[in-house]
């Protein structure tokens, strides 16, 4: 264990650094307003309408994409978009 910490201090660093930055935002809550746009998108993606064709976007698909891919392994929830 003490190799392993060792030869990737650097990347634990930035692991931990980042859970510290998402969870100092996570803890305001859900705005399903607000994210309702990004979790429909990703449900449309998910049941195979293509962005820029079949619905329009105001931000790069690629999030969505990803988003549709973890509503296709956990389901289309608030929690799992979130």
Do not use: N
């Not at 692991?15 to 705005?31: K, Q, T």
């Not at 990803?66 to 389901?75: N, P, T, W």
């Amino acid at each position: 264990m003490y190799i392993f910490t060792y030869k990737y201090r650097f990347e634990l660093v930035i692991l931990i650094f980042g859970f510290l930055y998402i969870f100092f935002f996570s803890r305001y809550g859900l705005d399903v307003e607000d994210e309702g746009w990004f979790l429909y998108a990703s449900k449309l993606i998910s049941q195979g309408s293509l962005p820029y064709r079949d619905f329009s976007l105001h931000t790069t698909p690629g999030s969505l994409f990803v988003q549709a891919v973890i509503f296709e392994l956990f389901g289309a929830t608030v929690m799992v978009g979130r």
